[in-house]
């Protein structure tokens, strides 16, 4: 567990100094700034019943300091792998096998939103309560009544911070008695009255999501549901290979290294310390035995149905979004099920190291996987900071404040390699106006003009001083 919280740490390192803030984080920080009744007003304006308590929580986390937001998403990120290994070392009873997927999780780059923006940290916060969930159903004849009270309690109100997996909790204890090694029959199992509580909980507040929720609202424009959505996960799961997109531009490595702690020394720290934890890893031996492959089957199964079921929340408004935050806790689901089916098949037993090939190979893969964190992470802060200076120059010069969108230059052309990572393209000119109007009070907003100003030059973002010119486009870093 020292090793999945050690190469955790190392592959997320850079969001370990101060947070630079990004499209949410402005409105949900003044909402939170309300208090009382106008919060509440606020929040259930913007989702209804469902996420009342995000916005205040998130506007806590970034109005509680600049290093709080990467704290708390570096310690969750964590806590939820070290969840999702215990989950896996109990369900296939092989600790070697579970560890190597715990470390997959921890150093994995494909939800990397989730924990570079504060905003979407209720994915990982989501996940983590789902992960416990489903280790203590697995442990439910050893967790004290007074402890399973208090979780319930946090159950409750983590579904009004976000409803993003609440499809999936709704079904965990039905989950927790399939993924069970000798699973008794159903009736036995839930006997204990208490163990009804968290379900229960979930399928009420999915009943309020479904009758109550804004449908006058613009995140909810009709159709409401698209049922040919649900499989959609399943279909786009290529898109998953986009994450290495910008490995080839040594453009993006340079503007991400402008981000990173220490640089590329920074860099080149953490690989050596996290190739050199995987080589630390004694040759031990594999207690488990074979995999149960009927225990398998129903894993797998289990697995598949509550990604489906987790996915379901992207679909309300009649499409699917796959972008990387939402990729956080779904990730977990694959990963589970895939390394499931490698035991099944047979092909586990990796960290037994019985040949130098196979500590080569772990390690090339978790080294990738720690350079992608870092170039994403990288880049995501160098976007959100451009955005933030754009608002400090239009300040500055009153007569940029009418900005042609199209006027605003990108010499390093990050917008195709990363505009499905991100989510749209790198400059945010819709979320110009809210640091604008909060860090320049007073002033009127600059009016984002969709026809070009009259005798306004375009706006270039040098990346080497961090700073907006008007003129022709430098070169690249």
């Given at each position: 567990m020292?090793?999945?919280?050690?190469?955790?740490?190392l592959?997320?390192l850079?969001?370990?100094?101060?947070?630079?803030?990004?499209?949410?984080?402005?409105?949900?920080?003044?909402?939170?700034?309300l208090?009382?009744?106008?919060?509440?007003?606020?929040?259930?304006?913007?989702?209804?019943v469902?996420?009342?308590?995000?916005?205040?929580?998130?506007?806590?986390?970034?109005?509680?300091?600049?290093?709080?937001?990467?704290?708390?998403?570096?310690?969750?990120?964590?806590?939820?792998?070290?969840?999702?290994?215990?989950?896996?070392?109990?369900?296939?009873?092989?600790?070697?096998?579970?560890?190597?997927?715990?470390?997959?999780?921890?150093?994995?780059?494909f939800?990397?939103?989730?924990?570079?923006?504060?905003?979407?940290?209720?994915?990982v916060?989501?996940?983590?309560v789902?992960?416990?969930?489903?280790?203590?159903?697995?442990?439910?004849?050893s967790?004290?009544?007074?402890?399973w009270?208090?979780?319930?309690?946090?159950?409750?109100?983590?579904?009004l911070?976000?409803?993003?997996?609440?499809?999936?909790?709704?079904?965990?204890?039905g989950a927790?008695?399939?993924?069970?090694?000798?699973?008794?029959?159903?009736?036995?199992?839930?006997?204990?009255?208490?163990?009804w509580?968290?379900?229960?909980?979930?399928?009420?507040?999915?009943?309020?999501?479904?009758?109550?929720?804004?449908?006058?609202?613009?995140?909810?424009?009709?159709?409401?549901?698209?049922?040919?959505?649900?499989?959609s996960?399943?279909?786009?799961?290529?898109?998953?290979?986009?994450?290495?997109?910008?490995?080839?531009?040594?453009?993006?490595?340079?503007?991400?290294?402008?981000?990173?702690?220490?640089?590329?020394f920074?860099?080149?720290?953490?690989?050596?310390?996290?190739?050199?934890?995987?080589?630390?890893?004694?040759?031990?031996?594999?207690?488990?035995?074979?995999?149960?492959?009927?225990?398998?089957?129903?894993v797998?199964?289990?697995?598949?149905?509550?990604?489906?079921?987790?996915?379901?929340?992207?679909?309300?408004?009649?499409?699917?979004?796959?972008?990387?935050?939402k990729?956080?806790?779904?990730?977990?689901?694959?990963?589970?099920?895939?390394?499931?089916?490698?035991?099944?098949?047979?092909?586990?037993?990796?960290?037994?190291?019985?040949h130098?090939?196979?500590?080569?190979a772990?390690?090339?893969?978790?080294t990738?996987?720690?350079?992608?964190?870092?170039?994403?992470?990288?880049?995501?802060?160098?976007?959100?900071?451009?955005?933030?200076?754009?608002?400090?120059?239009?300040?500055?010069?009153?007569?940029?404040?009418?900005?042609?969108?199209?006027?605003?230059?990108?010499?390093?052309k990050?917008?195709?390699?990363?505009?499905?990572?991100?989510?749209?393209?790198?400059?945010?000119t819709?979320?110009?106006?809210?640091?604008?109007?909060?860090?320049?009070?007073?002033?009127?907003?600059?009016?984002?003009?969709?026809?070009?100003?009259?005798?306004?030059?375009?706006?270039?973002?040098?990346?080497?001083?961090?700073?907006w010119?008007?003129?022709?486009p430098s070169?690249?870093p």
């Amino acid at each position: 567990m020292l090793l999945i919280a050690w190469l955790g740490l190392l592959s997320y390192l850079p969001l370990l100094q101060r947070y630079v803030w990004a499209i949410d984080d402005y409105p949900l920080s003044q909402m939170a700034r309300l208090g009382g009744a106008a919060y509440l007003e606020n929040a259930f304006y913007e989702r209804g019943v469902w996420r009342v308590l995000q916005h205040g929580l998130v506007g806590w986390v970034l109005n509680g300091g600049p290093w709080l937001p990467g704290l708390l998403a570096i310690g969750l990120h964590i806590l939820t792998c070290q969840f999702f290994y215990l989950v896996f070392r109990r369900l296939c009873g092989r600790q070697e096998d579970a560890l190597l997927l715990a470390l997959i999780a921890a150093c994995s780059p494909f939800g990397f939103q989730a924990l570079t923006w504060t905003s979407a940290l209720p994915y990982v916060l989501s996940s983590l309560v789902l992960w416990a969930s489903i280790w203590m159903f697995l442990r439910i004849q050893s967790i004290p009544k007074w402890a399973w009270l208090a979780w319930v309690l946090i159950l409750a109100a983590s579904l009004l911070v976000h409803e993003h997996l609440l499809f999936a909790f709704a079904f965990v204890a039905g989950a927790a008695w399939l993924l069970s090694p000798e699973p008794e029959h159903w009736r036995t199992w839930l006997n204990p009255s208490i163990r009804w509580f968290p379900p229960l909980i979930a399928c009420l507040y999915l009943a309020a999501y479904v009758i109550w929720k804004p449908k006058d609202h613009l995140l909810y424009m009709e159709p409401h549901f698209h049922w040919p959505s649900v499989l959609s996960p399943l279909a786009n799961l290529w898109r998953w290979l986009d994450i290495w997109d910008p490995f080839p531009s040594t453009a993006l490595w340079q503007i991400a290294a402008s981000e990173w702690p220490w640089g590329w020394f920074g860099l080149g720290f953490c690989v050596v310390g996290g190739v050199a934890a995987l080589w630390m890893i004694p040759v031990v031996s594999n207690g488990g035995g074979e995999v149960d492959k009927v225990q398998a089957k129903r894993v797998i199964m289990t697995l598949l149905i509550l990604f489906l079921l987790a996915s379901l929340i992207y679909v309300p408004g009649g499409g699917y979004s796959l972008d990387s935050r939402k990729r956080y806790p779904l990730f977990l689901f694959l990963l589970g099920g895939g390394g499931m089916i490698a035991l099944y098949w047979r092909w586990g037993v990796t960290l037994l190291w019985q040949h130098w090939q196979r500590r080569a190979a772990i390690s090339l893969l978790i080294t990738a996987l720690m350079l992608a964190c870092w170039l994403h992470t990288g880049l995501w802060r160098a976007e959100a900071r451009a955005t933030r200076l754009l608002s400090d120059f239009l300040a500055a010069n009153p007569s940029y404040r009418q900005v042609y969108a199209a006027k605003l230059v990108d010499p390093a052309k990050i917008s195709p390699p990363t505009s499905r990572l991100h989510g749209q393209p790198w400059i945010l000119t819709n979320y110009v106006s809210q640091p604008f109007v909060m860090d320049h009070p007073g002033l009127a907003p600059p009016d984002l003009k969709e026809t070009p100003g009259a005798g306004i030059p375009s706006l270039v973002y040098d990346y080497r001083i961090r700073e907006w010119k008007a003129g022709t486009p430098s070169a690249v870093p």
